[in-house]
């Protein structure tokens, strides 16, 4: 059989196990690709008389005729449904052929709307499975393709069934020149597009994902992350305002231990336990990979929790540290960064950057456990964020040229 065939079968035949007055119903079992739906003809027939090899009643006269000549006008009914939904869609389903066969016409699945149902269902979940920033991608990504579709098409919505690589590679060159959108932003809503192009994939809505054959292009980017002379002049810091105090110590919780700012949010006072080495360490969750961090809490990061034990606002919310709402965390970050001097837009990204690189690696902590304190599924993802700086190189590479200068020392007493 040839590659992405269809297979397309009819069978009659009759249910037994549902004889009443000696007759038992007659059903067409409609099999595609292995999937298979029944569809009933609305006639019976006693089980004496039915031929199951040849698919007719034997019964002579008028009324078997009658019968054989109404099976046959179901089978061309079931094969005219399959060639128009083939020739409409290219591919079928049994249940759009059974659809199609009662008279029920299948509503089109339109773009916009399935992605403002998927974007409905995260909003539903918001603080348990997803965070408000996965929404609010998502939602940016529906309103770039709104806006592209009234632009390219003049359209307020598009059928799944319409999407080709073309309609995606417009997307990505409408999104570069009208939005002036940069590559690596750019991949991030065709990505955001793609996964839901592969639910419906996945949901037989598509038999044919538009995606294939497409490559999404991106260009690496150098990730800021503070010096250990910045980190320490943040730290060192006093200020006299209790909000920006307050987010500098959050701030700096997040580079003694690479949590990002929801999964600092997310702590409670259960998160602190007491490690395999009997010194604390935070074990928890992280929220946008689902996966398990267990960090061994350095000094910096103890005399923070220490600091804000028992204060109000994290024991009402029965959390760890009174972390406030993201919006002013990040408003407030800009004001320590002007008056700490720091050339730089300080996030939580930031933060956990400068624990994977600053912090850990520069240390010596080999990146493997980098990779596994920051949460992370692949060793390749911690390469991104940390980068072995060139004290660190110099360091290393110090050690070597000390063993070289020794085994030359040895060389010339021994004279050998």
Known sequence: MKENQTTFTILFWVCKSRLKGGKAPISARVTVNGQRTEISTNRSVSPLEWDSKNQLCTTKGAEGRALNNH???VKGKLVGCYSL????????????????YSGVAEKPRMLLEI??????????????????????????????LDAFLSFKYKRNDI????????????????????????????????????????????????????????????????????TNEELQR???????????????????????????????????????????????????????????SRIPLLHPALEIIERYKGHPHACNKNKLLPIPSNQKANAYLKEIADLCE????????????????????TN?????????MLGHKKLQTTQIYA??????????MQVLRNKFKSASIVKEMTGS
């Open 115 to 144: 992605i403002e149902q998927h974007n409905n269902d995260i909003k539903a979940l918001l603080g348990h499975e997803y965070s408000r920033a996965t929404w609010v991608k998502y939602e940016t990504t529906r309103k770039h």
């Open 234 to 292: 943040i730290e060192s810091k006093e200020f006299a305002i209790e909000r920006l105090a307050l987010v500098r110590d959050m701030f700096v919780f997040s580079c003694y231990t690479g949590l990002a700012f929801i999964d600092v949010s997310n702590l409670t006072t259960s998160s602190v336990v007491i490690g395999i080495d009997g010194e604390k360490w935070i074990v928890t969750n992280r929220q946008k990979t689902k996966t398990a």
């Open 159 to 226: 059928n799944i069934k319409e999407l080709n690589i073309e309609f995606i590679s417009d997307f990505e060159f409408y999104l570069k020149t009208q939005k002036k959108i940069d590559l690596n932003t750019n991949a991030k809503y065709i990505k955001n597009v793609k996964k839901i192009i592969n639910e419906c994939v996945a949901k037989n809505w598509l038999q044919k994902n538009p995606f294939l054959g497409h490559k999404l292009k991106t260009k690496h980017t150098e990730r800021p992350f503070l």
């Open 342 to 361: 720091i050339n730089k837009q300080l996030t939580f990204h930031i933060a956990r950057h400068t624990f994977a690189t600053t912090v850990a690696l």
């Open 387 to 396: 980068k072995i700086l060139d004290k660190k190189v110099s360091a290393d």
């Open 71 to 73: 099976l046959a006008v």
């Open 85 to 100: 939904i083939e020739t409409a869609n290219g591919f079928v389903t049994v249940d759009a052929i059974k659809r199609a």
């Open 364 to 372: 010596g902590v080999p990146i493997e456990s980098v990779s596994k």
